[in-house]
């Protein structure tokens, strides 16, 4: 196996400061649909747009051949994005995010009813918006999942907080914010939308399409809470849940998963038969329907099936004395489940043992149809590693993507990233083999998001890059210097001299003698067979042999030929921002936690990575100093997305149980069923009080000159909202 046999091309799409790809689909003829933000001017292909405010969201298309051949975008004065997107089964996409303010969607214009509303919209196959819908109230309320109908709509899921409009339709959340799906037709119009939760805070994460037009959905909720006519109460501060929306708006059932302490749902696929495969994380003693598992640290990551009629079937955990968790979820066509995320210290896979080479490592595991870990492989080394999407390769293996930190290990392979951070994507066979791993990335942080299947064995990702980034033989460069910018790249699937590796093949056939000759030439992209020498024989006998063997070899040439033109590569690794400005994006997520922790998971004050040892740096922390010229020694950031692990540094960390937990310098504490807050001469502030302080300082906060400047900017608002004592650690 060799890091050069995985053929891709990539191209970027981005221009000002910081630019990022966060969902990607499969357009189904190669190519790819992706969605994510950018700010200022940007190029996308031969199209430059410009953001409206400080951000906007964008959809592009990159054909099979690696070229963008358009882009759309939709926001306004403030702060939009793009999270989520599907194919629409037509060559077009389907899109969720959230938007802020007066925007534009194509021809039309959306005012938001609060400081930010969801939306989706459709894109068609020529790049033209024919419509778009928004959901949402007074408050906050956001798109995070989509899934394709099967029939050219939308199913949607995400959360609202308040009284918000779904179309005709009018919600109120029970608590803080409540979990939502809906459905929106091939026309744009929403016929139905449905909430679950209960007093506190509850959301809507992962959703698939049932094959039969209903919805499968996973997230969290909190303390009692309405699912249909069921009812559930968490049996700790959160639990995680899945549930099944019919075609019409009903649920018919809701499940529940967790113990005492925190738990959550973070991925779900269909189970090819109406059920749900669904990974996320749980800690301590935690019950799966009639089964009960206990993480081996502080959190553990669990694979569950919930069958059609809505029964738990099975659960597995995987974990150590750490921290452990399951990001991305695939269906392996066959009923079992392609499960990545990242795990540290010792951890158990089923009857396997793996130790993690540094801090953490990314994982990769198989779990059977009857909920068996058949095998698990992990990717890292001494430092910070993870998976971060997953798709199945058609033929029961995976392709994933991620990032790694340093030299790291990738099966027989290994990896030295450039900068503080690469991005990775690699295949693992059906027999749990990493047979390839290609890396991207320059001399800072670069990262890969979202991957899917291009159709032929090759994977289509994105991501984002910093600064001068190889893809291959190709180099991409931001067009500002240390800027985050968008990528798109198609990986063909490498061939294994000597054999077939999926479609692709490469030398005879096992069963046929070596070809006279050697091995081909690294420059060319076919065995060039040597001619065929056979010893004298009677004419007819020899003449009879060469045309044989000449129209084996010529068919076996055009076989190869022929499935290797139809491998596709499109576009890698796109994302870029100053050092400076990506410290900033970090000061404007941490203040948000310590002003309104119910908007983040960050609330119930668990880390999205494991602990960092004293000496070394957390990897979401603030690094030190302005912004050096010549890169980023950042250990890495994370932020910006639906579902990101974007969080601040923590310096206190206390297990949950049963009376609550604390985190140092947020000022947040917990009781069993609901959440308190307490800000030592805080003024009291209204719920959305941050949302208007985002809206009016969003464009100051990215675009100030360095990170004092930043914090000068915030440090108002943060002695208005927390004690001294917190506003000085939060500067930190």
């Not at 799966?288 to 694979?303: E, K, P």
């Not at 979401?620 to 010549?630: C, R």
């Not at 307490?678 to 100030?704: C, H, L, N, Q, W």
């Amino acid at each position: 196996m060799h890091d050069t046999m995985a053929k891709y091309s990539a191209v970027q799409a981005g221009g000002g400061f910081y630019d990022k790809g966060n969902g990607i689909a499969h357009d189904g003829a190669g190519g790819a649909l992706v969605t994510g933000f950018f700010s200022g001017n940007a190029s996308f292909g031969s199209m430059s747009l410009t953001s409206r405010g400080s951000v906007d969201a964008f959809v592009m298309h990159v054909t099979s051949s690696g070229a963008i051949d358009w882009a759309v975008q939709a926001g306004g004065a403030s702060y939009d994005k793009g999270n989520g997107i599907a194919h629409d089964g037509a060559g077009g996409a389907l899109v969720t995010g959230f938007f802020s303010g007066n925007a534009s969607f194509g021809s039309m214009s959306l005012t938001s009813r609060g400081s930010v509303d969801a939306f989706v919209m459709h894109v068609t196959s020529s790049g033209a918006i024919d419509w778009a819908v928004q959901a949402g109230g007074a408050s906050y309320d956001k798109g995070n999942g989509i899934a394709h109908d099967g029939a050219g709509g939308a199913l949607v899921t995400g959360f609202f907080s308040g009284k918000a409009s779904f179309g005709s339709m009018s919600l109120t959340s029970h608590g803080s914010a409540d979990a939502f799906v809906m459905h929106v037709t091939s026309s744009g119009a929403i016929d139905w939308a449905v909430q679950a939760g209960g007093a506190s805070y509850d959301k809507g994460n992962g959703i698939a399409h049932d094959g039969a037009g209903g919805a499968l959905v996973t997230g969290f909720f909190s303390g009692n809470a309405s699912f249909g006519s069921m009812s559930l109460t968490s049996r700790g501060s959160v639990d995680a849940f899945v549930m099944h929306v019919t075609s019409s708006g009903a649920i018919d059932w809701a499940v529940q998963a967790g113990g005492a302490s925190y738990d959550k749902g973070n991925g779900i696929a269909h189970d090819g038969a109406g059920g749900a495969l669904v990974t996320g994380f749980f800690s301590d003693e935690a019950s799966f329907g009639s089964m009960s598992l206990t993480s081996q640290g502080f959190v553990d990551a669990f694979v569950m099936h919930v069958t059609s009629s809505g029964a738990i079937d099975w659960a597995v955990q995987a974990g150590g004395a750490s921290y452990d968790k399951g990001n991305g979820i695939a269906h392996d066509g066959a009923g079992g489940a392609l499960v990545t995320g990242f795990f540290s210290g010792k951890a158990s896979f089923g009857s396997m043992s793996l130790t993690s080479h540094g801090s953490a490592d990314a994982f990769v595991m198989h779990v059977t149809s009857s909920g068996a870990i058949d095998w698990a492989v992990q990717a890292g080394g001494a430092s910070y590693d993870k998976g971060n999407g997953i798709a199945h390769d058609g033929a029961g293996g995976a392709l994933v993507t991620g990032f790694f930190s340093g030299k790291a290990s990738f099966g027989s392979m290994s990896l030295t990233s450039h900068g503080s951070a690469d991005a990775f994507v690699m295949h693992v066979t059906s027999s749990g083999a990493i047979d390839w791993a290609v890396q991207a990335g320059g001399a800072s942080y670069d990262k890969g998001n979202g991957i899917a299947h291009d159709g032929a064995g090759g994977a289509l990702v994105t991501g984002f890059f910093i600064g001068n980034a190889s893809f291959g033989s190709k180099t991409l460069t931001t067009s500002q210097t240390a800027a985050t910018t968008c990528f798109v790249a198609l990986l063909m699937m490498p061939v294994v001299p000597g054999g077939c590796n999926g479609d692709s093949c490469d030398g005879p056939p096992p069963d046929l003698p070596p070809l006279p000759g050697g091995a081909p030439s690294p420059a060319s992209p076919f065995h060039q067979p040597a001619a065929v020498v056979v010893p004298e024989q009677p004419a007819v006998a020899m003449h009879a042999f060469a045309l044989a063997a000449s129209l084996a070899l010529l068919g076996l040439l055009l076989v190869c030929f022929y499935r290797r033109h139809y491998r596709r590569l499109a576009d890698n690794f796109r994302v870029s921002r100053d050092r400076a400005q990506l410290d900033l994006q970090l000061l404007e997520h941490r203040f948000k936690q310590q002003t309104h922790p119910q908007w983040e998971d960050s609330r119930w004050a668990l880390p999205d990575h494991p602990p960092c040892p004293p000496s070394e740096s957390s990897p979401y922390s603030i690094p030190p100093g302005p912004p050096s010229a010549g890169g980023s020694d950042r250990r890495g950031s994370d932020g910006g997305g639906a579902g990101s692990d974007a969080g601040s540094s923590r310096r206190g960390r206390k297990r949950h149980g049963d009376g609550g937990s604390s985190t140092a310098g947020s000022d947040v504490a917990l009781g069993a069923g609901a959440t308190s807050q307490a800000r030592t001469g805080a003024t009291s502030r209204p719920r959305d009080a941050f949302s208007m302080i985002y809206e009016e300082t969003i464009d100051a906060v990215f675009k100030a000159d360095s990170r004092a400047a930043g914090l000068a900017k915030l440090r108002p608002y943060l002695d208005a909202n927390m004690s001294k004592e917190s506003a000085d650690a939060f500067q930190e």
